[in-house]
């Protein structure tokens, strides 16, 4: 038997209710997340866009269910304004995170972003020249040195649609951006990307401090790059789901950052249609494939054991 894995398992509060698309889920109370999210086991949950933004209110309804904040989403845009702009952007979110005794902040680049927008996947931004890549990095770097003052680090998100979305991007970010700087390492969004998930962990998980678990329907995601569909149009039709579901090889994920002692939270988050895939259903089901792993470092295998599509 191998030696306890020092995780927490958190859900994203999107399986229930999508901020990006508000037709999916909408209508679902945060109360119901959080029980629900409770009864299935999770500890924690990241913030969506239905939770208080007022610390105390915040420790409230989290205690209720006996939860723990796990971090929350921020919409940065430091490839367009200064760090001293994003700082002061960023204060109330940042005390809102430490007051409630978060330790990383999920830094999401939405500047030029195309995550939320109705046009095509290949049309987002990129950084073309190297003095982009470095003052990019220096800019995130400065920020996060803000950030880690209050205690809070930031996990920058690789997100489809964005700056740093291939694994060549993350290769090229992680270079420039200082130690202070960890990344969130997403499964879903670095195979939707192109990348094999297994070989990009194992090649930054030094420098990972936060992990979405997220799975992946290969078809689907052909389909996407073939139709040239934007990014919500690829999650409407199922690009996504939860840990087990799809062809991610969440075992090997879960070796390497046994392997590399990663003391941080397991996040499920699975952009889905909750009529299509009912949610409770199919957050116990993320649930109960990454608890297996964790307790034994072994568990049910996936539907396909891949690193990318």
Not at 42 to 63: D, I, T
Not at 101 to 113: F, H, I, K, L, R
Request: net charge negative; glycine share 10%.
């Amino acid at each position: 038997m191998s030696a306890p894995f020092a995780v927490r398992i958190g859900i994203n509060p999107i399986s229930w209710s999508n901020d990006d698309l508000p037709s999916l889920g909408g209508e679902t109370p945060l109360e119901t997340a959080l029980a629900e999210g409770r009864a299935i086991g999770y500890q924690g949950f990241e913030m969506g866009n239905k939770f208080p933004r007022e610390s105390k209110a915040l420790r409230e309804v989290l205690s209720r269910h006996d939860l723990a904040l796990v971090s929350g989403w921020y919409s940065g845009r430091l490839a367009r304004r200064s760090v001293d702009d994003e700082i002061a952007a960023v204060a109330p979110h940042l005390k809102l995170l430490a007051d409630n005794g978060a330790t990383v902040m999920v830094y999401g680049e939405v500047a030029d972003s195309f995550q939320g927008a109705s046009a095509p996947l290949y049309k987002r931004p990129r950084f073309f020249r190297p003095e982009q890549w470095r003052d990019y990095g220096e800019k995130v770097t400065a920020f996060a040195r803000h950030t880690l003052r209050h205690g809070v680090r930031v996990a920058y998100h690789h997100h489809m649609g964005a700056y740093v979305e291939t694994p060549a991007d993350v290769d090229r970010f992680m270079a420039h951006a200082g130690d202070e700087v960890g990344l969130l390492f997403d499964s879903g969004h670095m195979t939707f990307a192109g990348g094999d998930a297994v070989a990009m962990l194992e090649k930054h998980v030094a420098r990972v401090c936060h992990v979405h678990c997220k799975d992946v329907r290969p078809d689907v995601i052909k389909l996407a790059r073939n139709r040239n569909w934007s990014f919500l149009e690829s999650v409407i039709n199922g690009a996504f789901t939860v840990p087990g579901d799809g062809a991610i090889d969440f075992r090997a994920l879960i070796a390497i950052l046994r392997r590399n002692d990663y003391r941080g939270w397991l996040v499920v988050e699975a952009e889905q249609d909750p009529v299509v895939a009912p949610t409770y259903r199919y957050a116990e089901m993320g649930y109960q494939h990454l608890a297996a792993l964790v307790a034994d470092g072994t568990g049910p295998p996936s539907a396909a054991s891949v690193g990318g599509p």
